[in-house]
């Protein structure tokens, strides 16, 4: 039995030649068809230099444990998604390392109807057969076929607007040189089929796993000037650029201004509830109290839950959620099989913005104003759990409402707060959100670094 390291809490990870190669690949195929079961398997890839070999050893692994593999080749996240449930797939596996460094590599995972594994069990099991590794051949290995499903997804997608009813508006589009580049030039053309008068400018646009940009991470404060000059250079009513694989979907408005992921949750949240009024929105605790005012003004239904992509899809599906958010730029829709897209956000937000008339600084001003928040901080600390005692030591006494759904939340009249260990990293991460007070984020925030430093 060799301990495998590359798993995670919700997929696969791992520094290529240390942890994850193209053996265990093979042996990680092999498990997720011994646990899903007989049946057809989509295998996609992402751009990275060692994505093509590790994506054969996968789809060798479910062959040979009698599973039939549609291979999707070069692909996004959500085209694997899109293709699980689309082609009635018993399940999907998108190999990616999205934003880590560039000599990583991983694997992203999909049930039938494209539902998420539960980590608990069916991951469980995967890793448990893999590092055994004992499995018997099925006696007929599984068969193999390429398969194009991006011109089915692009019409999904574009399906998420009105076309023909979005005014004339330059939008600026910065792949990263990571995976999106392709499946966006095929929205982008069935928008322009059905008589949208957009305009696209493209950067960074064809896929390049060497990435000459450098790792696309628009998360990072770093990597964002590029694209914000880029609009205002060229005039862009908006502005959009992508991680890696293309899950996540970030935003700049036409003054080259990012927009922070809880305020594009809410002008998400009341662009699905312009069209379905009452409908239930699912967002994470981190950064809540503008997504609850939004939802509310529209006459839908907050949802809260834990943060991180199977608890939000599991929240969603219980409750038949139309939307669901996260602060984090990951986005999930009723009609994309409860999964999250980097493309469908874009493409609801032109609707949006063709609807109303207004510009995306506009859409967004008035909730960045009511409801000013810090940024997620991250420190990393020796002892988690002692400085989320020390903190709630230190607050809790005086809060109108303590929760503990994912971490530690702490709510008072006028300021709110969320500490919580990461689900993936050796950190603690802090959000401060104020009502209408920027001044008082910055001064909590000045104070919990103080506190955290000292506990």
């Known amino acids: 039995m060799q301990p495998l390291t590359c798993f995670k809490g919700y997929d696969v990870r791992g520094q290529i030649g240390v942890n994850l190669d193209a053996d265990i690949a093979r042996r990680i195929g092999r498990g997720f068809a011994h646990v899903l079961g007989p049946g057809k398997y989509v295998v996609g890839r992402d751009c990275r230099a060692t994505s093509p070999e590790l994506a054969l050893a996968l789809t060798e692994g479910i062959r040979a444990q009698g599973g039939d593999v549609i291979d999707i080749g070069d692909a996004g996240t959500e085209e694997v998604y899109f293709a699980t449930a689309h082609l009635g797939a018993v399940g999907g596996v998108e190999v990616t390392a999205s934003h880590n460094p560039i000599d990583y590599n991983g694997m992203k995972f999909v049930g039938e109807g494209s539902r998420p594994l539960d980590p608990a069990t069916e991951l469980a099991a995967i890793r448990a057969a893999a590092e055994d590794d004992n499995l018997a051949p099925a006696a007929t290995p599984g068969g193999y076929e390429m398969d194009a499903t991006r011109a089915a997804y692009a019409r999904h997608v574009a399906g998420f607007c009105d076309p023909a009813g979005l005014r004339p508006l330059k939008v600026l589009v910065n792949a990263g040189n990571g995976i999106a580049g392709p499946a966006f030039d095929a929205i982008a053309a069935e928008l ?119 608890f939000v899809k599991q929240t969603m599906r219980a409750e038949d959620a139309l939307y669901g958010g996260e602060m984090s730029a990951h986005h999930y829709f009723r009609d994309f099989m409860f999964c999250d897209s980097g493309m469908i956000p874009w493409v609801k937000v032109v609707q949006r913005m063709s609807s109303t008339g207004l510009p995306l600084s506009a859409l967004v001003g008035e909730m960045q104003r009511n409801f000013p928040s810090s940024g997620e901080i991250n420190f990393r600390v020796a002892d988690a759990d002692a400085v989320i005692r020390a903190v709630e ?63």
């Open 192 to 310: 322009e089929h059905q008589g949208a008068p957009l305009t696209f400018i493209r950067m960074h646009h064809d896929p390049d796993g060497s990435f000459p940009n450098g790792i696309p991470n628009p998360l990072l404060v770093e990597n964002r000037p590029v694209t914000a000059q880029a609009v205002r250079d060229h005039g862009a009513d908006l502005g959009v650029a992508w991680d890696g694989d293309f899950d996540r979907c970030f935003l700049f408005d036409e003054t080259g201004a990012f927009i922070d992921g809880e305020y594009v949750v809410g002008l998400l949240a009341a662009a699905f509830l312009e069209d379905h009024p009452g409908a239930k929105i699912v967002h994470d605790p981190r950064v809540q109290w503008n997504t609850q005012a939004v939802v509310a003004a529209a006459g839908g239904q907050a949802v809260v839950s834990k943060t991180g992509h199977a």
């Open 393 to 455: 030591d230190q607050y809790a006494a005086h809060a109108r409402d303590i929760d503990r759904l994912d971490g530690l939340s702490l709510s008072f009249d006028d300021w709110r707060m969320n500490l919580r260990k990461s689900n993936t990293e050796p950190l603690l991460r802090l959000n401060i959100e104020a009502r209408g007070d920027r001044g008082l984020v910055a001064a909590k925030l000045a104070e919990f670094e103080a506190l955290i430093a000292s506990a």
